[in-house]
């Protein structure tokens, strides 16, 4: 039990990490003088478009490969349960 609520506080320690340096790097850092010693942590502008929508296009293939595994496995299933009768 104490393995699961570390893992959720790691989680969520993760999540929070991600949006705020994403909000900070799309919304604060374009006020920020170029010359700045901060502008070294961020990544160019163009890759917060970019970034999310490589993310979201692994996670729509990787829930499209779920569920044609699942719809295959279960026509299978229903198959044999055919040949058994």
């Not at 990544?43 to 993310?55: G, M, S």
């Not at 296009?57 to 279960?74: E, H, Q, S, Y």
């Amino acid at each position: 039990m104490a393995a699961d609520k570390l893992l959720g506080f790691a989680m969520l320690f993760v999540a929070a990490s991600v949006f705020t340096y994403y909000t900070a790097w799309v919304f604060v850092i374009p006020f920020v003088n170029e010359d700045s010693c901060i502008n070294k942590f961020f990544l160019p502008r163009d890759y917060a478009i970019k970034l999310p929508l490589l993310l979201l296009l692994i996670a729509g293939l990787g829930v499209g490969t779920f569920i044609g595994k699942v719809l295959i496995k279960n026509q299978q299933k229903q198959k044999s349960k055919k040949k058994a009768q």
